[in-house]
């Protein structure tokens, strides 16, 4: 039988396994997933066992009297074990990998919240309980009373970094509910993430000590009590230490900003003519630019002065994707339609309108790129300037001292969306339907907060279902309209990754197969609105909410062009077709089986091999969480001799305004490279939402054809609806 020092040595040894494991735990980014539900199935184990060898602390409970630290030592005990579990069995009923057979035994969307703030609770809990057990672990060394204030005065200076970085890494919004999803950095050396969170341990480990000494303290006898305002000067010196050094120090990206209703922290540098305000934000009265002439030219277009600006958006920004990886880039300075290009306008100069909705104060849309550039080249010749664009067979050829109208590039469109504002928005608080013409049920955040949405900036608010007369809600800093909605609007760059080395003027990738819109639509949820946020289509891609707003040089440009070649894609048409389709609750199921029955083609269900729930609820849930961590399930199915196909027909239902993830994942499975995808989209009022860009992205080398939205199943006029599609992709029905 083992003996009392046996014990305690397997006790301290289990111990600092546990405070390993707990490190490995909290270093999510570092572990990824799958190692993170092992690394959390081997803790419970371990707290298991740790319960069983302190069996005899549950007996004596009900036994003896409470003085402060017993008091302290078992409400904090208590209070780990309840947050321990809870962690556990939230993240069990979340776990993918080591309890897939527990899945759903908690609201997928509680379990989420309460996972992500419980696990922090349990972190500072676990550091406070070994605090209160250093005084007894440590009584057997024999300092000297200047040499145990000389290791306080260290040990407070550490946890001082420790307080720093737990408020620089937002711990406090995840502590108390306020954001739902833990924004980690996962471009950080794994040795500093896991140097950060022991740091982090050590200043709850020191409160935890500190406490613990005062209690004991209280319970002495008069002449055996020690200076009692010891251990508070070292709580208050580590307090100090942390707070000064996040105001020497303060965190980058938004980091100490996360869930809190403004976003102060400055992301964009004002020209020198604009001076930004104290929370880095260029004021309404300094930023306006000047309407002006612009020489013999009055268009009404402002002067928006250059200047530098970090474009992209933080990692911390909620939402964000991959492809706007934040960057300084520097803009000259441009004439700007403080408009969306209106119908009159387009009607006028090129006789034609293609909108959707019709009116001569609506923005134009329906049109394509090319369809834009022809346009801007059209208003060139009638206001007497030089066109900006030569278009060739073999591609368009931009001249930059031409003083005509042109395309703004990305960076001088998000330049003059933000208007000094690093926020998501303009607005620097969440966007309303109040203050842009958007799918106004769908809010900043709404997904992570859909069956509550009281903690949310801004709530629901109204759907138009249609574009409106340009300038018809207040602008931006800057005195530009609609940047935010109303219609998205074409960019003069292909679509693709930022060049770091490209920053001062950028025109965008040499080549390409899509060109960039920005600004989001009257159809668009608001996380498709942020400034940061990068759509992309084939320059004949034509849309219902995509427009075209131009600028101008305003200081005689530069010499030289930019070439934007024609985009090496073939549409093929009447080879071999795949029906390819994901569908939950039947909808495109069905709609995939009528195009079936009209064309004979091969039909591919693609199928997760975990299915996801029936409950309706739930799956929201579920499907909002694989769009935000950009999950790529695998799939219990393979399409056969896949090269042999050369259209496939691709249905989903629209899931949170994009593809659901496992059609993401069959699309990176494949080379679409010389093949045609035609979309087929089921949905319940958002239409095709962004998820074209999600195709035209995830497959850059096929051609997307014409799109075919349906309203739930269709209804009575499917199998005319789907004929007429059918006909105008070039598929033949047999």
Wanted: hydrophobic share 40%; glycine share 10%.
């Amino acid at each position: 039988m083992p003996n009392v020092k046996t014990n305690s040595w397997i006790k301290r040894t289990l111990d600092a396994v546990m405070i390993a494991l707990l490190l490995c735990l909290m270093a999510y980014q570092v572990a990824g997933e799958a190692a993170h539900e092992w690394f959390g199935v081997g803790m419970v184990a371990l707290a298991a066992v740790h319960q069983i060898l302190n069996r005899k602390w549950y007996g004596a409970l009900f036994r003896g009297k409470y003085g402060a630290f017993r008091t302290v030592s078992t409400v904090l005990n208590v209070l780990l074990i309840l947050s321990f579990a809870l962690t556990a069995f939230c993240g069990m009923s979340m776990s993918s990998h080591a309890t897939p057979f527990l899945y759903g035994a908690a609201s997928v969307s509680f379990a989420r919240r309460a996972h992500l703030s419980m696990s922090y609770w349990t972190f500072v809990l676990m550091g406070l309980h070994l605090g209160t057990h250093l005084p007894a672990i440590t009584a057997g060394l024999k300092l000297k009373e200047r040499t145990k204030a000389v290791l306080a005065g260290v040990f407070a200076c550490i946890g001082g970094v420790g307080l720093w970085l737990a408020l620089r890494n937002g711990v406090q919004n995840y502590l108390f509910f306020r954001v739902p999803f833990a924004f980690l950095d996962y471009e950080k050396a794994a040795w500093l993430v896991y140097l950060e969170h022991l740091l982090t341990l050590s200043f709850w480990a020191l409160i935890g000590t500190q406490t613990a000494r005062i209690c004991m303290n209280a319970g002495q006898k008069t002449d055996r009590k020690k200076n009692p305002l010891f251990p508070v000067a070292v709580i208050t010196a580590a307090a100090a230490v942390g707070i000064a050094l996040a105001f020497l120090f303060p965190a980058s990206d938004g980091a100490a900003s996360f869930g809190t209703a403004d976003w102060s922290v400055p992301q964009t540098e004002a020209a020198p003519e604009q001076a930004p305000d104290e929370s880095g934000n260029v004021s309404h009265e300094d930023a306006a630019p000047a309407k002006l002439s612009g020489g013999s030219v009055d268009d009404g277009f402002a002067q928006v002065q250059g200047g530098s600006f970090l474009m992209g958006s933080p990692k911390t920004e909620n939402w964000r994707i991959e492809d706007e990886t934040q960057r300084q880039v520097t803009v000259g300075p441009f004439f700007i339609d403080p408009y969306e290009a209106t119908q009159g306008d387009y009607a006028r100069l090129t006789g034609k309108n293609p909108s959707a909705f019709t009116g001569e104060n609506l923005p134009v849309e329906n049109i394509s790129w090319l369809d834009a550039v022809q346009y801007a080249n059209a208003k060139s010749a009638d206001a007497g300037l030089t066109p900006v664009y030569t278009v060739a067979a073999d591609g368009v050829t931009w001249d930059l001292s031409a003083d005509g109208y042109r395309l703004p590039t990305e960076a001088e469109w998000e330049y003059a969306c933000r208007a000094g504002v690093g926020a998501p928005f303009n607005t620097k608080k969440s966007l309303s339907a109040a203050e842009a013409n958007f799918y106004g049920h769908y809010p900043y955040e709404i997904e992570e907060n859909y069956f509550d949405n009281s903690v949310l900036e801004a709530k629901p608010g109204e759907y138009r279902q249609k574009t409106l007369p340009v300038g018809s809600f207040k602008p931006n800093a800057w005195g530009l309209y609609d940047m935010h909605g109303n219609v998205n609007e074409w960019c003069w760059d292909y679509y693709g990754d930022y060049d770091p080395a490209s920053v001062d003027r950028p025109t965008g990738p040499a080549t390409g197969t899509r060109h960039v819109y920005r600004g989001g639509g009257w159809n668009d949820f608001a996380k498709n609105m942020r400034s940061a946020y990068r759509a992309a289509g084939q320059e004949d891609m034509r849309s219902f909410n995509l427009g075209v707003r131009l600028v101008r040089n305003a200081d005689g440009g530069r010499s030289g062009t930019v070439t934007a070649g024609k985009p090496n894609l073939r549409a093929k048409t009447g080879g071999k077709v795949l029906i390819a389709y994901f569908s939950w609750g039947g909808n495109t199921r069905g709609v995939a089986k009528e195009i079936q029955a009209q064309t004979g083609a091969d039909l591919f269900e693609i199928t997760p091999q975990r299915p996801y729930s029936s409950d309706y609820n739930t799956v929201l849930t579920e499907a909002q969480e694989d769009r935000h961590k950009h999950a790529r399930p695998k799939l219990s199915e393979h399409v056969k001799n896949f090269d042999e196909y050369d259209v496939v027909l691709l249905g989903y239902p629209n899931w949170w305004a994009s593809i659901p993830a496992p059609v993401a994942t069959f699309l990176e499975e494949y080379d679409f490279s010389g093949k045609t995808i035609v979309p087929f989209c089921s949905h319940g009022g958002g239409r095709f939402g962004q998820s074209l860009t999600a195709v035209a992205k995830l497959a850059p080398s096929a051609v997307i054809g014409e799109g075919l939205s349906v309203h739930y199943s269709g209804g009575s006029t499917l199998s005319r609806d789907v004929a007429a599609w059918l006909k105008v992709n070039g598929v033949k029905a047999r």
